[in-house]
């Protein structure tokens, strides 16, 4: 079989996923933040905070070195900050401050417009189903694992 790099899916999601991530790291880098500190700051606004690094780790499928690191940006940001668990001295729970509250509005903004960008060309009904084959494709890799 004969492979092609421009007519692999693949690539053209990793290009897309790049060229996304270049415009949103180009406008957070005005408030001080990244694609990854958004990542733990998104999951925080959404699924709550006071979750342990574990649950993050798991959920945002980033080693745990590398989101270590991404927590210590956010802390020293006063973004967020770790609290020992009450029933287990060893467990650290993530928690949200007030000037992290904040920034869920301008990263919000800021998705939005690159989102819009991203659908320019396309027509509500491409949209759809283009969600749709994305969502289709990363369940057929969840399943892989």
């Known amino acids: 079989m004969d492979f092609s790099l ?8 990793k290009k897309i996923y790049q060229e996304t991530g270049h415009l949103y790291n180009e406008r957070l880098a005005q408030y001080g ?11 925080l606004w959404n699924s709550g905070d006071g979750q342990t690094q574990k649950d993050l780790h798991e959920k945002l499928r980033i080693r745990p070195a590398s989101l270590s690191n991404v927590l210590d940006m956010l802390v020293a940001g006063g973004w967020v900050m770790r609290k020992q668990d009450s029933d287990d001295a060893r467990v650290k729970r993530i928690y949200l401050t007030e000037a992290g509250f904040a920034q869920k509005s301008v990263c919000a903004d800021i998705l939005a417009d690159i989102e819009q ?29």
């Open 6 to 13: 421009h007519e692999s899916i693949s690539y053209w999601i």
């Open 33 to 43: 933040l990244t694609t990854a500190q958004v990542s733990v700051l998104a999951l």
């Open 117 to 145: 960008h991203v659908r320019k060309n396309l027509a509500p009904e491409e949209t759809a189903v283009l969600l749709m084959w994305l969502k289709k494709i990363e369940g057929s890799l969840r399943k892989e694992e």
